[in-house]
């Protein structure tokens, strides 16, 4: 008897955008494992120290290898997940479409959104972050990747579904639920 791979939910987009959120909502009450790049990068962060933005971006580079390891594992047990980072869409397409071939799974890709200005306003208000991502000292690098789509949808094989986070109240969550669940 066939069984269908497992489903991973991916959930992606700019910072500040809602992904986190929607991502741990999905994961609660799906259930599903949740594997997100800020709590792994953090615990880098607390195990060898925060540093300069060079020393961030190498963390980053550890952190992408430990999420996609992580999920590898996951996939390899036959179990489904949620997938939350701001995937750069060059890089991560690459490297999910080689992980679906080794180990195949069913995509529902959630690409979060706002609007320009709701994303950097949010991106300098949020207070709550570990102090090693020095938000501050990323803005204009931020900025310019928000401008060029860095965090735009990945190639990969699967739906698709695009939520305009801009007004969290026209945010039909229920609906993202249930598509994960019938995917």
């Not at 489903?7 to 987009?13: A, F, K, N, P, R």
């Not at 910072?15 to 709590?39: C, F, H």
């Not at 080689?98 to 994303?119: G, K």
Request: proline letters at 5%; glycine letters at 6%; a negative charge.
């Amino acid at each position: 008897m066939a069984t269908d791979p497992p489903l991973v939910v991916v959930v992606t987009g700019p910072p500040a955008s809602g992904k986190s959120s929607i991502a741990r909502y999905l994961a609660e009450v799906l259930p599903a494992p949740l594997i997100a790049k800020d709590p792994v990068k953090e615990a880098l962060f607390d195990a060898l120290g925060a540093g300069d933005p060079d020393w961030s971006r190498k963390l980053g580079i550890a952190t992408y290898a430990i999420v996609y390891l992580t999920l590898e594992q996951e996939l390899a047990a036959g179990r489904s997940c949620v997938l939350e980072a701001n995937f750069d869409h060059n890089e991560a397409s690459a490297q999910l479409a080689a992980i679906q071939l080794r180990r195949p799974f069913r995509a529902l890709q959630i690409v979060c959104t706002a609007s320009r200005d709701v994303l950097i306003e949010r991106f300098t208000s949020r207070g709550d972050r570990h102090p090693g991502h020095i938000d501050e000292e990323r803005l204009d690098d931020v900025i310019e990747s928000i401008d060029t789509g860095r965090w735009r949808a990945l190639e990969l094989d699967g739906e698709l579904v695009e939520v305009d986070t801009t007004d969290w109240s026209t945010v039909d969550i229920d609906a993202l639920v249930g598509r994960a669940r019938v995917g």
